[in-house]
């Protein structure tokens, strides 16, 4: 996680209105950034499908790829992980003017913390957990607690249930593509959003 975190939410997915209240932090985390109406909506799933517990952001970019209009980086068909993890960032800062990056990532935490997502403003630091020292990227970050943490970091990724994982990416998916569908409407001039009807 990043050292300038703002505005966090923690939910659980086994909590009562967990995914009303993601929706909510969602909405408001996007309408508080700058110029969002101008930027160009770019959202870097992090992760790789070597490792269960790994295939949580390759698994919401799939998603995401499908379901939304947004530029997405890291798929489980091109998945963005520490070999390329530099190189993409160079590329969308090439390819886009100012853009609002939402980043994701899976977590490892503590035992009762398992199922958690973490939504906050600000950027997250990637790899962490495995002993990696990437940059730190993401205007809005999203993160699922998908295992405990214990010395050996990729074991805990290797033998995370993929249960889990398809359960945490498939609330943040959904919940992630109805509010960026919500604040893209939002956010369209008046006679566009009425062609859109």
Request: contains cysteine; hydrophobic residues 40%.
């Given at each position: 996680m990043a050292k300038h975190v703002l505005n966090k939410l923690t939910v659980n997915l086994h909590d009562s209105n967990s995914?009303?209240?993601?929706?909510?932090?969602?909405?408001?985390?996007?309408?508080?950034?700058?110029?969002?109406h101008l930027r160009p909506l770019v959202v870097l799933c992090i992760g790789s499908d070597r490792y269960t517990g790994d295939a949580l952001g390759p698994l919401i970019g799939t998603y995401l790829e499908e379901y939304t209009e947004c530029h997405v980086y890291g798929t489980l068909e091109q998945p963005v992980h520490a070999g390329n993890f530099v190189e993409m960032l160079n590329i969308i800062k090439h390819r886009f003017h100012h853009p609002l990056i939402i980043a994701i990532d899976a977590c490892l935490g503590k035992s009762h913390e398992i199922g958690n997502i973490e939504v906050w403003q600000g950027g997250l630091a990637a790899g962490i957990a495995v002993g990696n020292r990437?940059?730190?990227?993401?205007?809005?970050?999203?993160?699922?607690?998908?295992?405990?943490?214990?010395?050996?970091?990729?074991?805990?990724?290797?033998?995370?249930?993929?249960?889990?994982?398809?359960?945490?990416s498939k609330m943040i998916s959904e919940v992630l593509t109805e509010a960026m569908n919500t604040i893209q409407v939002e956010t369209m001039p008046a006679c566009t959003q009425s062609m859109a009807k």
């Open positions: 995914r009303e209240k993601l929706y909510d932090h969602l909405i408001m985390l996007l309408k508080c950034q700058e110029g969002i990437l940059p730190t990227v993401g205007d809005i970050s999203i993160i699922g607690v998908v295992n405990a943490q214990s010395q050996i970091g990729y074991l805990d990724l290797q033998s995370t249930p993929l249960s889990k994982v398809m359960k945490i």
